[in-house]
């Protein structure tokens, strides 16, 4: 309540800017800025008009009505200025496609959802008349993104679904997601007072609520599972209580922790934008841990007696099978990988590795309006129409700026010369006449590529330029640095991308000393980092698959064909390693204890994929009910976070943990639990799963 009064008074707001502070592009901007600093706190919005058909934006009737929305426009005090399509001179060839610009005397941050809510009303005019009119916001956002619950109430009730048939009861279905929703709300309360003080992008929140209703759920699962079995057992409800939180408990504050490390561990990439977006996942996180080890245990001291002991539903019996030996008790998943092992790894590990092929072509980018948003967003409405009235590269336009050392009389030649080079560059439509800045050491050079902003070609264009500048600055101390959204995306991409291995191979590494100390194992953890990096490999290849090559993208619902959203690959290893550590400590622990106790190993792996196969399979379609409804958005960057953390999931929990795992771990037999023994001396004692007290209860029975 506190928390939800400090917001409403606060009213913290969300930006949606990606950008990483002193890339080439942004010290290039800087420097126009400064040399041309009488446009430094104006904004500027594009209104793109196309005629109706049989006429021309120059028809006298179609230019009375583009002249009375401007007008109509100009009337609000924030416009600084309003130019006509005939007044810039920017009509298209067959003059059916121009674009006006709005200019405002403020700074396009400080723009108010008024004056956006005015300009949109204004265009009514031209609209009514049959005169396509859409809106290029430029500097400013008029279509933000948008956290649609409706989609995720679908995942939540799908989620409801599996934990009825899990636990088969009503109540004890509910209960995990009243809590995951109750840390939510204390998280994203949270997140947002955390906003007022700092520049949080918009989708920070949005997958803090993606991960903190998903775990949220899967750790209260994980602990009620325990309780009802120990229920089961005879124990009285607080005994049960206890023994629970002391186990699985355990085992939820082990794994929420490996969620956080791999969350916090975005930080390595020092972009900050990637930092906060960790760590504001990385807080909805630790809400749902202490809520299901704090709050949950009060819940089920007063509903205890409420919730059946644990039983086989019928369901699971016909997968178990009935009237089976204890050795043979084991689902009949587990006997099957157990007794093919080679074919099954064989042909998992190959399915894992052709999905991950398309990986090896990927291309990192940030959405544009062309990419990320639909048609029915204004935004990319105009998008199209500038595209169809001046090509791909009008969205993908450069800017340069040539700074010069030395000023001399030649410096203008010089400069024409360097222009006329870069003219003839490969992929440029158009150069635009060169600009003096006022210092006369700064000169402005636009220019338009042929091909689009989320296009190589664009890429390599930027790199050709910056090469280029490299000679200038020996032969003439000539800089050329290039700026404009379009180059800027392309460097927060290669600043992502460059991050990537080292942030990887810091994640692996980790997770190999945890799971050594954990497991007490040398190939056991290797086995875990290598499915971990198959299922890593498939997530990404297949997104590739779909989203950029363009494969069923109508089926996924994204808008076009268009790179990979450049923080991706990061934030799914984040992500996708804390998850993965978290099926494969409750699957393998469970082995591990019974292979202490029995020295069989075969016998391990089938108590292992009994007692948690059940929990993990019902934890990993949470999982993915949850991510298949934030998959379900209409923004494209949502969906595309969304896919990613739903297919990982899948090709992790049920193909890597519940196939791969136990087929490979019974290839190696007892040599999966090798240790040497002075390694063993010095590693510390990590009981995840509680053992001490389940050893502690079997010596009091």
């Known amino acids: 309540m506190i928390l939800a009064v400090l917001v409403l008074s606060l009213k913290p707001s969300f930006h949606g800017e990606l950008t990483i502070p002193n890339t080439p592009a942004e010290k290039a901007a800087n420097l126009i800025k400064g040399e041309f600093a009488g446009t430094s706190e104006q904004s500027t919005v594009n209104i793109v008009f196309k005629a109706p058909d049989n006429r021309t934006l120059e028809s006298e009737d179609?230019?009375?009505k583009i002249t009375e929305v401007l007008n109509e426009i100009s009337k609000d005090s924030k416009v600084a200025s309003v130019q006509s399509p005939i007044e810039l001179n920017n009509l298209n060839e067959d003059k059916t496609i121009g674009y006006a610009q709005v200019t405002f005397a403020l700074e396009a941050d400080k723009v108010s959802e008024k004056s956006k809510e005015y300009i949109l009303d204004s265009i009514e005019i031209t609209r009514d008349a049959g005169i396509q009119t859409e809106i290029m916001g430029g500097d400013i956002t008029f279509s933000s993104i948008q956290f649609e619950g409706i989609y995720e109430v679908i995942g939540v009730v799908v989620a409801f679904i599996v934990l009825a048939i899990t636990f088969g009861s009503f109540i004890a279905a509910g209960l995990p997601i009243l809590i995951a929703v109750l840390g939510?709300?204390?998280?994203?309360?949270?997140?947002?007072?955390?906003?007022?003080?700092?520049?949080?992008?918009?989708?920070?929140?949005?997958?803090?609520?993606?991960?903190?209703?998903?775990?949220?759920?899967?750790?209260?699962?994980?602990?009620?599972?325990?309780?009802?079995?120990?229920?089961?057992?005879?124990?009285?409800?607080?005994?049960?209580?206890?023994?629970?939180?002391?186990?699985?408990?355990?085992?939820?504050?082990?794994?929420?922790?490996?969620v956080i490390i791999g969350l916090l561990g975005l930080s390595v990439a020092q972009i900050p934008f990637l930092t906060l977006m960790g760590v504001s996942a990385a807080i909805s996180i630790l809400a749902a841990v202490l809520i299901s080890i704090i709050t949950l245990p009060a819940i089920l001291g007063m509903i205890g007696h409420r919730l059946s002991p644990a039983k086989e539903s019928r369901f699971w019996q016909k997968i178990n099978g009935q009237n089976r030996t204890d050795e043979e008790k084991a689902n009949r998943w587990g006997r099957l990988v157990t007794k093919h092992p080679i074919i099954i790894s064989l042909v998992s590990i190959a399915f894992l590795a052709i999905l991950t092929i398309p990986f090896f072509h990927m291309n990192l980018g940030l959405p544009s309006d062309g990419t990320a948003k639909s048609t029915e967003m204004?935004?990319?409405?105009?998008?199209?129409?500038?595209?169809?009235?001046?090509?791909?590269?009008?969205?993908?336009?450069?800017?340069?700026?040539?700074?010069?050392?030395k000023v001399t009389e030649e410096t203008p030649q010089v400069i024409g010369e360097i222009v006329k080079e870069i003219s003839d560059l490969k992929d440029i439509k158009s150069v635009s006449p060169l600009i003096p800045g006022p210092s006369g050491e700064i000169f402005m050079?636009?220019?338009?590529?042929?091909?689009?902003?989320?296009?190589?070609?664009?890429?390599?264009?930027?790199?050709?330029?910056?090469?280029?500048?490299?000679?200038?600055?020996?032969?003439?101390?000539i800089a050329l640095m290039v700026t404009g959204s379009t180059a800027m995306n392309i460097d927060i991409s290669q600043q992502l991308n460059d991050a990537l291995p080292l942030f990887a191979s810091l994640i692996i590494g980790l997770a190999y000393i945890l799971l050594v100390m954990v497991f007490r194992s040398l190939l056991v953890p290797l086995k875990a980092v290598v499915g971990f990096l198959l299922s890593l490999g498939a997530t990404l290849g297949f997104m590739v698959f779909v989203v950029q090559d363009g494969h069923f993208i109508n089926f996924f619902g994204f808008p076009s064909e268009s790179p990979i959203l450049a923080f991706l690959p990061v934030i799914?290893?984040?992500?996708?390693?804390?998850?993965?550590?978290?099926?494969?400590?409750?699957?393998?622990?469970?082995?591990?204890?019974?292979?202490?106790?029995?020295?069989?190993?075969?016998?391990?792996?089938?108590?292992?994929?009994?007692?948690?196969?059940?929990?993990?399979?019902?934890?990993?379609l949470i999982m993915?009910?949850?991510?298949?409804?934030?998959?379900?958005?209409?923004?494209?960057?949502?969906?595309?976070?969304?896919?990613?953390?739903?297919?990982?999931?899948?090709?992790?929990?049920?193909?890597?943990?519940?196939?791969?795992?136990?087929?490979?771990?019974?290839?190696?037999?007892?040599?999966?639990?090798y240790i040497p023994k002075w390694l063993d001396k010095i590693l510390p004692n990590i009981d995840v799963e509680g053992e001490s007290i389940t050893h502690k209860e079997r010596n009091e029975e």
């Open 62 to 64: 179609v230019q009375s």
């Open 184 to 258: 939510l709300g204390i998280s994203l309360l949270g997140i947002m007072i955390g906003a007022y003080f700092i520049d949080l992008n918009s989708i920070s929140i949005i997958l803090a609520a993606m991960l903190g209703l998903a775990v949220g759920i899967d750790y209260s699962l994980f602990i009620i599972t325990r309780f009802r079995q120990e229920l089961a057992k005879g124990h009285a409800i607080n005994n049960s209580i206890s023994i629970a939180i002391g186990t699985s408990g355990s085992a939820v504050v082990f794994a929420g922790l490996t």
């Open 378 to 405: 204004t935004e990319r409405r105009a998008y199209d129409l500038l595209t169809e009235g001046y090509g791909e590269g009008f969205n993908a336009q450069l800017v340069v700026a040539a700074k010069v050392s």
């Open 445 to 477: 050079i636009q220019i338009t590529p042929e091909s689009g902003p989320d296009d190589i070609e664009t890429k390599d264009l930027v790199n050709l330029i910056r090469d280029k500048s490299k000679e200038t600055e020996k032969e003439h101390d």
């Open 572 to 620: 799914t290893i984040g992500i996708l390693f804390g998850l993965a550590m978290d099926y494969e400590i409750f699957l393998v622990s469970k082995m591990r204890e019974s292979y202490m106790h029995t020295g069989d190993s075969r016998k391990a792996i089938l108590y292992g994929m009994r007692d948690s196969g059940r929990v993990v399979t019902a934890a990993a």
């Open 624 to 673: 993915m009910a949850v991510f298949f409804g934030f998959m379900m958005n209409p923004d494209a960057m949502i969906k595309s976070i969304g896919m990613a953390l739903a297919f990982g999931v899948f090709f992790d929990a049920f193909i890597v943990r519940m196939t791969i795992v136990p087929a490979v771990m019974t290839l190696m037999g007892k040599s999966a639990w």
